[in-house]
């Protein structure tokens, strides 16, 4: 995933937080926020440390910025998107994550069915 399509700063952060809408499952919350003017999505990502060692931390935000990857095409574009690895995610694999993290997009209505 390109850098320029990661949010970085903590006021944007903050503003997905405070004005975007939340839904999650067992694995992960995801908050979304509309941006006008924006003509891609952006993605943060947010691993606690409770979920384990720095190995482990950075093992699940590879697996979440590829499974962002491969399910871009069907991601409504426009949008900022903060990801939050809740407990569970710290055993998954790359699979799992992609299954998981479809799932939650779809209850947010935020994922396209298939194009």
Sequence with gaps: MRKELR???NQ???AVFQK???FANRQFVVYSLEKEGQ???RIGLSVSKKLGNAVTRNRIKRYIRQSIFELKDQLKQGYDYVIIARKP???MDMSEV???L???LKVGKVLEKDK
């Design 98 to 100: 992609k299954k998981s």
């Design 89 to 91: 995610a710290a055993e």
């Design 7 to 9: 949010i970085k700063k």
């Design 102 to 104: 479809s799932h939650v």
């Design 39 to 41: 003509d891609a999505f």
């Design 20 to 22: 975007g809408r939340s």
């Design 12 to 14: 944007d952060f903050q």
